[in-house]
């Protein structure tokens, strides 16, 4: 299948980025590791005028610990990520979240800012970003990630707007990515991420509405001293996910209730 | 508009004039003629199109052209030398690791990245490893065992490993 045509220039600089999607207009798109795009741009779902290559822009490659934080590059690759010991070391859920990425060669592709600009349902980075409370950093400011995923696929982002890092708090206390799917590279059904800080849980779950959710009645219902199976009964609390060919909007529901009871027990070391 | 793209395939450079829009796997078939690069699936599952660039296995069919621009790659055809095959190969044809054999070059170049990052992995490493490829014919018991038998020879003899990564001829 061969993708529609476009016009297609390289990067060196995120100025550079930033005004070359100015140039081509909003029919533009980055091209940073190209897994969800390039995939879109073949079926013909996505035919955009233009591809700006982000890939020489070497600073966007980093993974820095800055205090409390932890900065990840937009270009960082998963397997970067996976096998980064600062990642382990202050925030070893992202590690784990992007070990179960794909595969090894959409690992050796796929990027932190292209998971968290494409906001797909089914991201897992997306979850765990709003969860922590992570900023989304890009050449014109800084966003909360609770203020950036919109919608489907719809982020904050203007047309001349590149991500150029995510900024995590640092979490290496109990934690656990729950990815429910049928195959061992396949997008999450259903994804539940939980993460102890702070003295309390921060519980978010991927592919169950439009953009991420974070389960604020489980977290509540824990910080209450409830049980994992009792809290994790709120897990589908006002959601309303869409039904697809993998799963129907009631057993997405279910899973939520039963992977978020699995997430807390396996974080806590219990199975 | 044509860009250029100037790559070493397999140890040889090559520069041609291509659109944008020209996948890498079928710059790999249709301008260089190495046809040993299989389009299995052409949604980015089946991995029948994984090569090497810079030493990192990618799938060829999710991948302009024009990004391997200055990238070193080493495909299927690259594995063998002087007419012995790459321990891998040999293992593959030993422990009957394919059927129909359409998926046997995306498996091969795949579990030569595997086992550069892990020279002596077990089983579920293995199948974790080559999870972004697809067979429908093994069952994947006999390429496991495949693997296991080139990471034996490979550990044995180190320099056969060296080769792969070098990518040259």
């Not at chain 1, 919109?150 to 990515?177: C, S």
């Not at chain 2, 054999?101 to 579920?124: K, R, V």
């Amino acid at each position: 299948m061969i993708p529609a045509a476009f016009e297609y220039a390289r990067a060196s600089s995120v100025e550079e980025a930033s005004k070359l999607l100015k140039k081509f207009g909003e029919d533009a798109k980055v091209l940073a590791g190209g897994h969800s795009l390039i995939p879109l741009m073949r079926l013909r779902l996505a035919q955009p005028a233009a591809l700006i290559d982000i890939n020489g822009i070497k600073e966007l490659d980093h993974i820095k610990e800055d205090g409390q934080k932890l900065r990840v590059g937009a270009l960082t690759r998963h397997v970067t990520i996976h096998n980064s010991a600062v990642v382990k070391a202050k925030l070893p859920l992202l590690a784990e979240i992007a070990s179960e990425v794909g595969d090894n060669q959409v690992r050796n592709m796929g990027t932190m800012g292209g998971v968290i600009a494409h906001a797909d349902a089914a991201g897992d980075y997306p979850t765990l970003a709003l969860m922590l409370d992570a900023d989304i950093v890009t050449n014109q400011r800084t966003i909360p990630a609770r203020d950036f995923f919109k919608d489907l696929f719809t982020t904050a982002l203007g047309p001349d707007e590149v991500v150029t890092e995510v900024v995590f708090p640092v979490a290496n206390g109990p934690h656990k990515y729950v990815k429910f799917r049928r195959r061992l590279f396949d997008w999450a059904i259903v994804g539940v991420a939980a993460q102890k800080m702070n003295g309390g849980w921060r519980i978010g779950l991927t592919n169950v509405g439009p953009t991420p959710v974070r389960a604020n009645a489980v977290e509540e219902a824990l910080q209450k001293g409830a049980k994992a199976e009792e809290a994790a009964q709120h897990a589908s609390d006002g959601l309303d996910p869409a039904g697809d060919l993998r799963a129907s909007p009631e057993y997405k529901k279910h899973l939520a209730r039963v992977l978020t009871k699995r997430a807390i027990n396996q974080a806590e070391g219990h199975q | 508009m044509k860009h250029k793209v100037a790559t070493t395939v397999n140890g040889r450079q090559h520069e041609h004039e291509v659109e944008p829009r020209l996948l890498l796997v079928h710059y790999l078939r249709d301008n260089l003629g190495l046809t040993g690069t299989h389009i299995g699936c052409d949604t980015s599952q089946c991995g029948a199109c994984t090569i090497l660039v810079d030493g990192k296995a990618v799938k060829s069919c999710t991948m302009f052209a024009v990004q391997a621009e200055g990238r070193s790659l080493v495909t299927i055809e690259g594995m063998a030398k002087g007419g012995e095959l790459h321990p891998i190969q040999q293992a593959f044809w030993d422990e009957h690791g394919l059927q129909c054999g359409y998926c046997t070059p995306g498996f091969i170049m795949a579990a030569a990245y595997l086992l550069e990052q892990n020279p002596n992995p077990t089983e579920d490493e293995i199948r974790k490893g080559l999870e972004g490829n697809l067979c429908r014919c093994t069952g994947y018991v006999n390429i496991v065992k495949a693997v296991q038998s080139a990471a034996k020879t490979m550990s044995a003899t180190p320099a056969k490993k060296a080769t792969v990564t070098a990518g040259g001829n």
